[in-house]
């Protein structure tokens, strides 16, 4: 198997020394240097690199705006940033740039293999969340409307989609982690107040208290799910972010970055819709 290749852009020739001899001693080769935007983007043309290691200080264009300028360039390059800087901000400009990895120097060797390798690896991750995640939301739902509710549920085929018009309460959630995601589940209002007066063990007061029970129940369902797919593999590292809901008016739930594969959920209560979908783009911090 050939060595992986790897670029390294820093305007210090020292730094390049250091982080050149780091990666040759485990076997990386290293196949092209720049020190700064100027050369950035002839010398990644002429060595096509695996990995473009890029330091953040630099003048006139700093990390961050090479990263972009080379992703846009190559929208398949994977960048890793090496910087002594290493806080919130830097975090979240380096997320924006879209950074495959984020190193701190000193660079330990371990972390160091640990983030090529994990970047260089087949995403057998997000293939297992592609084929396997809507098949646990569904068991999260099973679950939670049998400890909710006392009933059960039963599922028709998955059906892709892009776009769905809600039927009465939307809830959407988003997914975070090693991939970002979203569910979207939505109810008609009359299958709202089924379920609301089921678990309440009487009548809803108002509206606002039924939407409030739909923002739960999927919020719950979100949370088991995400749970049992981290059971399965710590790397994902998945949380649910607070939801958001939409009632009143037919409102079209369009996701522009993840594709939701999705299915009918007949209940006692009536009709749900499910879906789920993740994307590529995680970025692993050491």
């Known amino acids: 198997m ?7 852009v820093d305007d210090s020739p020292f730094s390049r020394t250091l982080l050149a001899d780091a990666l040759q001693e485990e076997g990386y080769e290293i196949v092209g240097e720049a020190d700064g935007f100027d050369s950035l983007i002839e010398v990644y043309t002429e060595c096509k690199p695996d990995i473009v290691t890029m330091d953040i200080a630099m003048p006139g264009a700093d990390g961050f705006e090479c990263s972009k300028a080379l992703r846009l ?62 098949d646990t939301f569904k068991e999260a739902l099973s679950q939670s409307v049998t400890r909710m509710t006392k009933t059960t549920a039963s599922y028709t085929e998955d059906i892709p989609n892009e776009t769905y ?8 959630i988003g997914i975070i982690g090693r991939y970002s995601g979203t569910t979207v589940m939505d109810m008609p209002v009359d299958v709202a107040e089924k379920m609301a007066e089921k678990i309440l063990r009487r009548e809803a007061k108002n509206r606002d208290e039924v939407v409030a029970m739909a923002a739960e129940f999927a919020n719950v369902v979100a949370g088991i799910a995400c749970s049992m797919l981290n059971k399965k593999e710590k790397a994902l590292g998945l949380r649910v972010a607070p939801p958001s809901v939409f009632h009143g008016t037919p409102t079209e739930i369009v996701s522009p970055t993840v594709k939701l594969t999705g ?24």
């Open 2 to 8: 050939s060595a992986i290749r790897i670029m390294i």
């Open 165 to 172: 018009i809600s039927q009465g309460i939307t809830v959407v």
């Open 73 to 134: 360039h190559d929208p398949k390059a994977k960048i890793i940033l090496v910087s002594s800087m290493k806080d919130e901000e830097t975090e979240a400009e380096a997320r924006r740039a879209g950074v495959v990895g984020y190193l701190q120097k000193p660079i330990d060797s371990e972390n160091l293999n640990r983030v090529i390798s994990n970047v260089m690896a087949p995403d057998s991750l997000f293939n297992t969340l592609q084929t396997t995640g809507l």
């Open 263 to 286: 299915c009918y959920v007949d209940t006692d209560f009536g009709r749900i819709y499910l879906s789920v979908g993740f994307k590529k783009g995680s970025v692993l911090w050491m």
